[in-house]
């Protein structure tokens, strides 16, 4: 549990930063894939069993998928 309030602040974080670049989108969804699974831990609504594993793991990889590829695309480091 512990790790996932870790990475859902250091998604916030990480999205902070982005947003100040002009990265509008990728911070949006930085923010929600960090702090989504926090907040439904945090809030009660989900556990870290098996499925609330995978809808916290699962928002953050598809995130760091996301920004990736949009690094990639760009051809720069954020």
Same mark, same amino acid.
């Given at each position: 549990?512990? &790790? !996932?309030? =870790?990475?859902?602040?250091?998604?916030?974080?990480?999205?902070?930063?982005?947003?100040?670049?002009?990265?509008?989108?990728?911070?949006?969804?930085?923010?929600?894939?960090?702090?989504?699974?926090?907040?439904?831990?945090?809030?009660?609504? #989900?556990? #870290?069993?098996?499925?609330?594993?995978? !809808?916290?793991?699962?928002?953050?990889?598809?995130?760091?998928?996301?920004? &990736? =590829?949009?690094?990639?695309?760009?051809?720069?480091? =954020?």
């Amino acid at each position: 549990e512990l &790790g !996932v309030i =870790a990475t859902g602040i250091a998604y916030a974080l990480w999205s902070l930063a982005l947003w100040r670049r002009g990265w509008r989108a990728t911070a949006a969804g930085g923010a929600l894939a960090g702090i989504g699974p926090a907040a439904l831990l945090l809030g009660g609504a #989900m556990a #870290m069993d098996l499925h609330g594993a995978l !809808v916290a793991y699962g928002a953050n990889a598809l995130w760091a998928a996301w920004l &990736g =590829a949009m690094l990639w695309r760009a051809g720069r480091t =954020a």
